[in-house]
């Protein structure tokens, strides 16, 4: 079974940038498409970005186009996520996965706040 933790996450001000890190372990993500998604309270859980795994291919959500970059480290089992310009709404716990299909684990997220 696989193991996700998230790192990265903090308080920061409106326009500063983090960049999160997704370790796997117990099994090689490197043959699946990952990505990382977010909940905000009171919300449910979105979509943020993906990557796939052959190439590399890349998806955003339209709110965080040009401003987040995701990428992925297959010798270290590892996915990131550099978040620049953050804004007040990107404020939420940030999860990976394999995406669309979800492992049957999720690790605890990390919590990203933007204050303005």
């Known amino acids: 079974q696989v193991q996700l933790v998230e790192s990265g996450g903090g308080l920061v001000q409106a326009g500063g940038s983090l960049r999160l890190s997704c370790v796997a372990s117990?099994?090689?993500?490197?043959?699946?498409?990952m990505g990382w998604l977010r909940q905000a309270p009171g919300k449910e859980r979105e979509f943020v970005a993906s990557?796939?795994?052959?190439?590399?291919?890349?998806r955003y959500t339209d709110s965080v186009k040009g401003r987040f970059t995701i990428s992925r480290d297959n010798a270290k089992n590892t996915v990131y996520l550099q978040m620049n310009s953050l804004k007040p709404e990107d404020t939420a716990v940030y999860y990976c996965?394999?995406?669309?299909?979800?492992?049957?684990?999720w690790g605890q997220g990390t919590q990203v706040t933007v204050s303005s």
């Open positions: 990557i796939s795994s052959s190439d590399g291919i890349t």
């Open positions: 117990g099994r090689t993500v490197s043959t699946s498409t």
């Open positions: 996965n394999r995406h669309p299909l979800a492992f049957g684990s």
